[in-house]
């Protein structure tokens, strides 16, 4: 951990957002006007609410820490957007994972603390093929410049994946050179603590992207649950050209979310109250660089 990241561990949100405005060199007066240039969800703020925020008088909405962990600390975006939920004061937001977990047990999933789980970040398991394929639409979505997420938990002695995730960005439909959208095409999850797992990683990759929306291609009814409890709505006329075709084959939907608005969910940032215990690394050389190396010789039952 570098000493960026142990400052950051140390300080309220007051100071964290007082640090960051100091080492900008600027005012408080200069960094509401520089906020409001940066991003939207900051319209209205003047130094009263500043002062307020720095003073820890009043709390930031979650909309705003996400906006604040990116803008003030680009480098250390998910380190200080896990410090700041972390501390904010929880009141009625505080949530369990099952509350928002849609996922049944995996029938088979017996004694996970005594399997040696791993990580892979190789897609072609859950991609090859066409219309049996666990996932037919995260490829055709792929282009050159994407930013993918991919995730699968398995048992190396029999191969069997007790867990997925599959995430791609794609450019939005305004067409800003700098604003995206983020897709999941496909997630599963044997039990609480997989879900728990794979939603820390794929919070971890949103958080480094300024993303207009989320979209979830649900294509059953666990993931259409999931969606509706993010407080995501189904849409139709937006959905990509490149995955009409498998959509219809499977007879799915897609829901979109606001970015800000299904990162900062009370359900879903229930899942960062406290740390997840990491699987252990892929042996993967392909491995996706945009996720935090989890520690090579952690095993699922710590």
């Known amino acids: 951990m570098t000493d960026e990241n142990s400052m950051i561990e140390t300080l309220r949100t007051g100071d964290l957002i007082r640090h960051g405005r100091m080492s900008m060199g600027m005012t408080q007066a200069e960094l509401a006007a520089y906020l409001a240039k940066q991003n939207s969800v900051f319209n209205g703020v003047d130094t009263v609410t500043i002062s307020r925020w720095e003073a820890g008088r009043v709390y930031p909405s979650s909309k705003r820490l996400i906006a604040f962990a990116q803008t003030l600390y680009p480098q250390h975006t998910c380190t200080t957007l896990k410090h700041m939920i972390k501390d904010r004061p929880r009141g009625q937001l505080d ?60 048992d190396p002695l029999t191969n069997e994946i007790f867990g997925h995730l599959l995430a791609t960005t794609i450019d939005s439909d305004n067409r800003d050179s700098n604003q995206i959208d983020i897709t999941v095409t496909s997630i599963y999850a044997g039990s609480d603590k997989i879900f ?106 710590q």
């Open 95 to 154: 949530c369990q994972i099952a509350k928002v977990n849609a996922f049944h047990q995996h029938p088979y999933l017996v004694g996970e603390a005594h399997r040696a789980l791993e990580v892979s970040h190789e897609a072609k398991r859950l991609t090859s093929g066409d219309r049996r394929c666990i996932d037919p639409f995260h490829t055709k979505m792929k282009h050159a410049n994407s930013d993918t997420l991919t995730l699968s938990i398995f």
């Open 196 to 301: 728990e797992y794979l939603m820390s990683q794929f919070f971890k990759f949103s958080v480094q992207h300024r993303a207009k929306s989320i979209f979830l291609v649900s294509s059953d009814l666990q993931q259409r649950s999931l969606a509706k409890r993010l407080g995501m709505t189904a849409v139709r006329a937006t959905v990509p050209t490149e995955i009409q075709g498998p959509l219809h084959d499977r007879q799915a939907d897609v829901f979109v979310g606001d970015y800000f608005d299904v990162l900062a969910h009370p359900d879903f940032i229930g899942l960062f109250s406290s740390d997840i215990a990491p699987y252990p690394a892929s042996t993967d050389s392909r491995a996706d660089t945009s996720v935090e190396p989890i520690a090579p010789d952690r095993r699922a039952s």
